[in-house]
């Protein structure tokens, strides 16, 4: 499985952004696909994940501003986000898992497959 996310770079805090992550062809609707984010000097967190295409999750920190969706036949996920904050600066990482439970959804080691990496950049 591969994993590209783009969509990164430069914005105003109140803006927004999408990024996308396209997958290979071998990641099915099974799948469960997750963004997370990594600050400068901190470690890599959970942002929101879609659960083997039947339901939707989310940090606290990113609920009602962020949204995740996929796109089955692009074999593309997305991560849409609203009013950016200078706090959401941080690369971005999109992951995938056949087999991670309800309950792991947050956790680093759950996902077997990676992407490369964008950056956000929140900023005045």
């Known amino acids: 499985v591969q994993l590209q996310a783009s969509g990164g770079g430069l914005v105003q805090p109140g803006g927004s952004m999408r990024l996308s992550c396209a997958t290979s062809?071998?990641?099915?609707?099974?799948?469960?696909m997750a963004w997370f984010r990594q600050a400068q000097g901190k470690e890599r967190m959970f942002v929101a994940a879609?659960?083997?295409?039947?339901?939707?999750h989310y940090a606290d920190s990113v609920k009602g501003r962020l949204t995740i969706s996929r796109d089955n036949a692009k074999n593309t996920v997305y991560l849409q986000m609203n009013n950016l904050r200078p706090e959401d600066t941080a690369v971005y990482y999109c992951?995938?898992?056949?087999?991670?439970?309800?309950?792991?959804?947050?956790?680093?080691?759950?996902?077997?497959?990676w992407g490369q990496g964008t950056l956000v950049t929140v900023s005045s």
């Open positions: 062809e071998r990641t099915s609707r099974s799948y469960t």
């Open positions: 879609n659960f083997r295409s039947s339901s939707t």
């Open positions: 992951a995938a898992s056949p087999s991670v439970i309800l309950s792991n959804l947050a956790s680093r080691a759950a996902y077997a497959y």
